[in-house]
């Protein structure tokens, strides 16, 4: 109750400082009608090196699964998200899940190197030193909702969904963006990538978009 | 510490030389205060100022110089007591002795600003580097100047070319506040944000101007730039909750308070044409554009672009009538400028253009007589208007003034004038003032009455905006203006090495525009504008110069502030009590002067109330007051009192050359708490400038 609360109260202050419509994790939405027709599935590739997701994703259990072999998207649906070996990363807003544990049938996993750049790390830990994925709580319904924040039980990496953490101030939320190479295991094992959150934002600005360095 | 060392040891320098060439040379007055220059907010019309019927304080831009002074927040500051710039979320507000921007209008040359925030213009655009002088006149100004001159007019004076070539350029430097990323490595993707984020704190000038014949020139440009920093709360905020006897000791907020960096470049041209003493003509155009760089990692930052043209034609005739015919338009763009791929998206634009005619005449002696009509027209675009699109609302009120000066005697000077505007909303609204002035020997006696108004921003007359699905804020197309009377009286004494004055005022706000929360049909909250606000400010102000010595000058000035309360709750974060201090060494040595400016601006401690909407929902059944939320509950903030210290030393080291060190904040003030009422000082900082003047 008092995060919905906090929240009303943050945004109803924002709202006085202007016109300018600011940055905000609200409804995940695409931005217009025309940028939604735009939308292709991918993993679209900036000229800095990072990759952001084509969309937003909704609230709830609606995840966007990636190859990073192919930097693609790959159609699996949440049925039949376990038995694939197509996809090695996903997304459900900051939420990211591996293709391991409870989320996948895969040999996935993640580990947090203390490197702050890919050159850095040098070294792979051992295979056991990869935390698969668990059960993890997510948003299902958002702050704005009349009955404030409602979680529900689903699956992540509980190492790598928190590489993003929201900071609640004054005006629109702030994202706290972790400094840290993550090591990713590939779905099939066979591979390690090199990962690194880069922002919760699209080229233009809009939230929501995950936005990550891979090697 | 070496820092320190060499200012006090070139301070040393400064005053012994100076001391020993000032022995032989004696050739200034001893006045504190210039009483023979020329002003001309307080009437619109040129008057000595120690004429004008309302006190008028002017900052020249010499002394803006020689205290190392770049932007117009510092000056005010230090100028005027209880005036404070604070950061809030959208970025700076002004408050000034318990009145916000709504009711303060900034002027350049006599014409309006475009671009607000909540009504704050946008003061970086307020360019230092070719001002005149800045003329302060507190008090209702709307007879004069329309809507929002409630409680007080800012006028910035811009100079006029006096030689046939002039050449100023100029550059200060200082350290960053904050080094927010001293390792930041290109490969990053985040390279270019972290870049804006560390901006050298720079400012550089260059202004030229050429007269030849019976035409002028004054070509100016300014770029400036600061980087961003953060404040850290050392203490935790207790809120007392006197509607439920609550009292909550939060910890120290981890998330510290952002202030963005930012670089600006501006542009202008400014042509004169006097031809056969009798008519002047003047073209003037200005290009300014504002990165605004925060902390917020979203691929964007706020871009702001502004276009400014006008020009004016006076013609005197045989001295005593004069007509000047005059127009302006200022266009002002707010964008999200994308940080990694080309391209801008607008999301805010406010254009004004106000054609003007006055009329003077001084046919009688010891009467002026001005007349004159205008229409504004304003144009707003943005996303606050609809749910579905960004819109354009606009509106327009032509407006006829009049004013009377009348010299009765050698004592005794009145001043009388009203303002008729009809909006096109509003209709008929007329605006009265009215000023009595005695004068015998030193002393100086002004009585004076002025009504202001505000007319309802168009954000206030046509909102309809769902912020996130949680409320609405909804405009009313049926709100009236703001209303005040403004009556003060104030007495002058100026004998010998003593300026002083005191003036006491009071200020009864009437209909004012303020929102109220309902339930919507939609059964979702909507906050509604209307006209229910009232509010009654009084004061007593003093001013002190004194000239010491011959070199040495101080200006004390002192403000008390009683603001009522509303439904038993202080509204008005304000200091009661607060004041300036100034004091200011001049060698006066020919070509060498040695300047030191010690300036201090002291806000005495203030309680006030704040909604916490917070705290409210965690509440149940308690009632805030008609300003606050259904919800809503006021808790009692204290701020503590605190000073900001500034000094600066400026050496002429030959008639062109001179250079400036000081400090900002030299006691390294920072506040415990940051909030919307607290200073954001980044502490102590050290600069440097250097001027070359041809």
Known sequence: MKVKCLFCALAFASAFMGLTACGDDDEPQPDS???????????????????????????GDDWIYVSLSTMDTVAVSEENHKESLDWDIAFNRYNVRTNSGTSGNGKGGVYKTSATKFADVKDFPAADEFTVDTEWEITKTPTMSADGVITMTSSASPILSEAITIIIRNGPPDYNISENVYLVRSADGSKIYKFKTVSFFNAKGNSGYYNFMVE | MKRVSLVISLLWYGCAASFSEVLVQDTTGFAPVDLEQVVVTATRTLKKLKDTPVITQVVSGQQIGERGLTNIQDVLQQEVPGLNFQEVGFGTSIDLQGLGAKNILFLVDGERIAGDNSGNIDYQRLNLTNVERIEIVKGASSALYGSQAMGGVINVITKKVRNDVEVSAGAKFAPLFQENYPDNDKDNPQYRFRRHLDKPNLTA???????????????????????????????????????????????????????????????SERLTAEIANRLTLKAYASHYELNKYDFTPDNVFEQTEDWTVGGSAEYRHDDRHSLLASFNRDHY????????????????????SQPRLTYVNTAKDGVTICV???????????????????????????????????????TLSVVGGARADIHEVHGLNVTPKASLMAQTGPLTLRLNYAMGYRTPTLKELYMKWNNQGMFWLIGNPDLKPERNNYVSLSAEVNKGRVSANMN???????????????????????????NIGKNRLMGLEVNVRVRAARMLAVHGSYSHLYSSKTDGYQLTATSPNSATF?????????????????????????????????ETFGMTGESAPTTGSDNGAYYDAHTDSYSIWDATLTQNVIKMLSFSIGVNNLFDYKADIVSFNSSVSPGRNFFCSLRLKI
């Open chain 2, 582 to 614: 100034r004091l200011e060494f001049n060698s006066h040595v020919p070509n060498h002067e040695t300047v030191f400016n010690l300036c201090g601006s002291i806000l005495g401690a203030k309680d006030y109330s704040v909604l916490d909407a917070i």
């Open chain 2, 205 to 267: 000038d260059l202004t030229l101007g050429l007269k030849k014949g019976v035409i002028s020139s004054a070509t100016t440009v300014t770029y400036k730039s600061s980087d961003a920093y953060q404040l850290f709360n050392k203490k935790g905020v207790t809120k007392f909750f006197p509607a439920t006897g609550v009292t909550k000791t939060e910890d120290p907020s981890t998330s510290p308070t952002n202030i963005s960096g930012y670089e600006d470049f501006a542009v």
């Open chain 2, 372 to 410: 004159g009509a205008e229409h504004l027209f304003e144009e707003l675009y943005g996303d606050r208007f609809s749910s579905e699109r960004n819109e354009t609302r606009s509106q327009w009120a032509t407006t006829f003034f009049a004013q009377g000066d009348w010299k009765v005697n050698e």
């Open chain 1, 33 to 59: 009608p025309a940028e939604e027709a735009k939308a292709q599935p991918g993993v679209i590739a900036g000229d800095d090196g990072s990759y952001t997701l084509y969309r937003k994703t909704n609230y």
């Open chain 2, 333 to 352: 763009q707010r964008y999200d400028k994308y940080e990694k791929i080309p391209g801008r998206e607008l999301t805010y634009e406010n254009n004004i």
């Open chain 2, 504 to 530: 006491a005022y009071a200020n009864w706000f009437s209909e004012k525009i303020e929102g109220i929360w309902a339930t919507g049909e939609s059964g979702m909250q909507e906050y509604r504008y209307t």
